[in-house]
């Protein structure tokens, strides 16, 4: 099958719309709230966008804050220093608070510590340049 400017097919077209959609309200509520990131689901909704609408796509890409970051991601799988420390900080923040200052089951605590070491370890080793 045929693919038009990175379009999938027709009938699958609505449900990364709809998985777009949600990964940018994912993001547009953590940008308010430090338990969940906001680039990496603006990223996510604009793979989801950049196969379904086209021009919801550009609209992310040109947003001021996010689009540069979002453009350096898809075209050289960068993440800048600067975007590096904040996710890294606000993800040990959000999670180390879980872990050492609630009652949350000792196998909870295990598995975001788990996430938290993934998360970040992927965050790091990305190329900053």
Same mark, same amino acid.
């Given at each position: 099958?045929?693919? %038009?400017?990175?379009l =999938?097919r027709p009938?699958l077209?609505?449900?990364?719309?709809?998985?777009?959609?949600? /990964?940018f309200?994912?993001?547009?509520?953590? /940008?308010f709230?430090?338990?969940?990131?906001?680039t990496?689901f603006?990223i996510?909704s604009?793979?989801?966008?950049? #196969?379904?609408?086209?021009?919801?796509?550009?609209?992310?890409?040109?947003?001021? $804050?996010?689009?540069?970051? =979002?453009? %350096?991601?898809? %075209?050289?799988?960068?993440?800048?220093?600067?975007? #590096?420390?904040?996710?890294?900080?606000?993800?040990?923040? /959000?999670i180390?608070?879980?872990?050492?200052?609630?009652?949350?089951a000792?196998?909870? #605590?295990l =598995?975001? /510590? $788990?996430?938290?070491?993934c998360?970040s370890?992927?965050?790091y080793?990305?190329?900053s340049?």
């Amino acid at each position: 099958m045929e693919e %038009d400017q990175g379009l =999938i097919r027709p009938q699958l077209r609505p449900l990364y719309f709809f998985f777009g959609g949600l /990964a940018f309200i994912l993001g547009a509520v953590g /940008a308010f709230l430090p338990v969940l990131p906001t680039t990496p689901f603006l990223i996510l909704s604009a793979y989801f966008f950049s #196969k379904s609408s086209p021009k919801l796509h550009q609209w992310l890409l040109s947003l001021p $804050s996010f689009g540069p970051l =979002i453009q %350096d991601w898809e %075209d050289k799988k960068v993440i800048r220093p600067r975007a #590096k420390f904040a996710a890294i900080l606000l993800l040990s923040v /959000a999670i180390g608070y879980v872990i050492f200052f609630t009652g949350k089951a000792m196998w909870l #605590k295990l =598995i975001m /510590a $788990s996430i938290w070491i993934c998360v970040s370890l992927f965050i790091y080793t990305r190329n900053s340049r």
